[in-house]
């Protein structure tokens, strides 16, 4: 029987034997990478995604993945028409953490194995040569070029919080001798406001009289900030102790100057400690307040200059900086605010009047391609990218900003990939058009729900392949913390590309939890900085796999020849071959899980 999986560390020992002992016949249909007989014609094929796997066979299929076999660079045999792309690095047979640019051998002989390009995401079409040219069809090679661009927005001018200044009365008494007398009047530094007749007040300046006689430093300094307490300033205070003479009617003084903004008393009024007597407000600087489109907001930073015009007042300042940008997006219109400090001593700028904003975003080097040549459905973007030959593919990328008929390209492409920038429609169209042909001929889809058991899902031969690729990865991170290196952040790429297809053809069913989890922990793991993280990440992904594993295809693990512990102590969950326990969490006891009798509706 064929057997399905082809794991890391079964592969990593045929690698090792077939290198350390040349008597040891290789598998049939394979060639052992480390062995290259003189004048050997046969060409080798490899896996795109599972470079490990080498065959002589050209229509093969890989017994991990079930994708078609392409040939090995150097193997003596073109790539074939579809075939992986261009080899973008050279990696260690055994899963060692060490890639080269360039072919190379190890210490003990064995060839570097190449890891080709991912093979383009979509349906491709073949154009025949004289059709490019009759469809109008025009390239453009994505390049990293430096383009900025001026950003437009409106904003309000709006008083300046910082620059108001609020007088509170501090005491029971009455306004007298009010200096201000409407809002708008305009308030000096040190200019009186108003005085306040308080018995309580006065009250304070007898002890304060009392306490000067005595000559008690002590009580002179508690009954001096009594004084202050009760709201009479330090020149006053120094004017009763200078004249030694009860001041009745006490001034108060502005401490800021300003424009009254609001005036909350009048003359004779009864105030008790806490009511507000009026506000001040200079308009010597004054707010902009932005609003911002949402898809702008990434290109915006605090301390950004921008430029400012003002219908209302053309000889207003036309400089800005930007102050602030507030924490909430407004749902309905998807803008952001933004506050922007303008300097206002000329005194043309009122609050509410409209303004007319330019942020000039700085020029940075960004990989992008013509604004045209992106496309954009209900999936997203892309675009349609030449492989060469009269071959096209479309290819989701993850746009950025757009400038200069440019649009920045995040993920999705490198520098020197040439995208087709004239005529695309027509090719996307053709895509779509044989996709949808081939949706029609494919088998029903399955009829499961969210009650289904795992064991009951329609579950073939190349679709379990694809979700051992999640189990695969879990013997990977075992074998890694065994032998103590570092994972190959790409070398996980394949699950985590796979797991998309997954999760749309299991919709609604129990499944998607598990590869939702199992993702997130790998996502993790590339991240992963040391042995203690990756291990936290393995128990992360087993705790999701172990439904499937248990529930889903046991038969299938066990006939695999993989055996599932548990360390005793922490309940963590691992995955490997062979009977001996190697606990990757520590030295703590571990036990065998045993693997449940056969289930329905998986074939192993």
Known sequence: MNRPLLFVIPMAAVLLSACGNPKVPATAGTVPTGQTAAGQEAAQYTCPMHPHYISTDPDGTCPICGMDLVPVAGSGSAPAEGAAGEILYYKHPMGQPDTSPVPKKDSMGMDYIPVYAAPDAGAGVV???????????????????????????????ETNERLETVSVARLEGWIEDLTVRAEG??????????RVYSPDLIAAQKDMLASLTVGNATRIAAVRQ?????????????RLVETRAIIERVPVYAETGGTVAELQVREGDYVKPGTPILRLQSYSGVWVIASVPETDLALIRSGLAVRLDYPSAPEAPGQGVIDYIYPTIEPKTRTAQVRIEVDNRSGYLRPGAYADITIDIA???????????????????????????????GRKVTTGVSAGGRTEIVTGLVAGDQVVASGQFLLDSEANLREGLAKLTAPAMMTAGPDTPLSDLPI?????????????????????????????????????????ALRTRFADTKLVPILEEAEAALRAAKAAEDAGALAAELARLMRALEPWLLGGAPVHYREAGLNLFRDIKTGRLWLQEGSGPLNPYGDGETERVAWPAPMNGVQP
């Open 460 to 500: 073939d031969a190349t679709t379990l392949a694809k979700i051992d690729h999640f189990t695969d990865m879990a013997l990977y991170f075992h074998e890694a913390l065994i032998d103590g290196y570092r994972i190959d952040p790409r070398f996980v790429d394949p699950a985590l590309g796979l797991g998309e």
């Open 363 to 393: 020029d940075e080097a960004r990989l992008s391609v013509p604004s045209e040549a992106v496309l954009r459905d209900s999936n997203g973007a892309h675009v349609i990218v030449a492989l060469g030959g009269g071959r096209f593919a």
């Open 226 to 238: 009594r004084l202050r307490s009760l709201g009479m300033q330090d020149t006053v205070i120094e």
């Open 185 to 194: 009047d305009t308030v000096r530094p040190g200019s009186r406001l108003y």
């Open 127 to 157: 154009v025949a040569s004289e059709m490019v040219q009759t469809m109008g069809i025009r390239t453009a090679a994505a390049e990293v070029a430096a383009f900025g661009r001026s950003l437009r927005a409106f904003g309000v001018v």
